[in-house]
């Protein structure tokens, strides 16, 4: 939640300042192999504010990697979204569309895998021809998708919101053999949440997201208590929020993140409580995020309500 280009499109531009910097670093599995690795950064940018009444346009840029296992499997996606909302004659009242489209590549290191053809009788061995040929180890192409909000905040502390996406629409092909394609599945996204204050400067930040992805599927289901500890304007605001999510049937996700004025940290772990407990003994990944929201100095600076992620 503190990589909303990440989660859809359609929230680019959608946020109470001009211009929105996120930065996120995952990294996990290490109890078990080498360690997976994931980050991001991205920048989105309001434009046309001011000029086409209360609806807003934004602009996005998302560059995000992974790296996976002993074969350095590493995949990186540079992505540039659009998105308009429309404001719903109500102020903080929103209905956003979405696209991105940009370049998705995918690549190994064969020389650090192992295959049973390297079996000398006693290990696997590296030094042994393995037999394999890769047609190619760096595969590039296109990657497209879109996406849907709405929203609704009748104040800067108060908030409720629901939407979905669609990533890899193209179904880009991956594979690093000729003739056996590999074409990545489309993956769809559906999410919600909100702030509700519930007294003084207690809220509450409930959040749920569902990922589906061929025979794949992700449930994650949580809330923040969150403490606001001020009502100073945004460069002076201050709050701390403690909570959880639950990954349904795989991992307890206790987090914590601190907002002070333009500024947000985020820092969450996952215990792991699979079946797979046995090898990881609960140690799942360790995730950190930070979010920048500055205005940009133009002549209406006046903010946006609208969610806060």
């Known amino acids: 939640y503190i990589a909303p280009l990440t989660l859809n499109p359609a929230l680019a531009g959608l946020k109470s300042t001009d211009v929105r910097v996120t930065a996120n670093y995952r990294r996990q599995w290490a109890s078990i192999s080498k360690p997976f690795q994931t980050m991001s950064v991205a920048v989105d940018y309001n434009i046309l504010k001011g000029k086409i009444g209360d609806n807003l346009m ?4 998302v560059i995000f990697n992974d790296r996976a296992g002993s074969g350095n499997l590493n995949r990186t996606r540079l992505m540039t979204s659009l998105a308009y909302s429309q404001n719903l004659g109500i102020d903080g009242a929103y209905i956003s569309v979405g696209f991105e489209g940009g ?36 595969v590039w192409n296109y990657d497209l998708g879109a996406g849907i909000a709405w929203s609704y905040s009748p104040g ?12 890899h629409m193209n179904r880009p092909d991956l594979s690093f053999f000729d003739g056996e394609p590999d074409q990545l599945e489309m993956k769809y996204t559906l999410f919600g949440g909100g702030e509700f204050r519930v ?20 449930v ?19 709050s701390i929020m403690l909570g959880a999510m639950y990954r349904l049937r795989d991992a307890v996700i ?18 792991n409580a699979s079946s797979l407990v046995k090898a990881s003994q609960a140690r799942g ?8 929201k500055g205005v940009s100095g133009g002549p209406d600076n006046k903010p946006v309500v609208c969610p806060e992620f």
Do not use: C, W
């Open 156 to 167: 800067h502390y108060s908030s409720v919101y629901a939407g979905g996406s669609i990533s």
């Open 254 to 271: 206790p987090m914590v993140r601190i907002d002070y004025g333009p500024v947000g940290v985020g820092i969450s772990y996952d215990v």
């Open 103 to 138: 370049f998705h590549n995918q690549r190994i290191d064969p020389s650090q895998l192992l295959f049973e053809s390297q079996y000398d009788g006693e290990s696997l061995n590296g030094s042994l021809a393995s037999g394999e040929e890769f047609a190619r180890t760096s």
């Open 199 to 218: 007294s003084g400067y207690v809220s509450v930040v409930p959040r749920a997201i569902i990922l589906k992805q061929g025979s794949h599927t992700e």
């Open 285 to 292: 990944g360790m995730e950190i995020a930070v979010v920048f």
């Open 220 to 238: 994650n289901l949580g809330s923040y208590v969150k403490l606001n500890f001020n009502e100073a304007p945004k460069e002076q605001y201050l």
């Open 58 to 61: 934004g602009v996005g840029l």
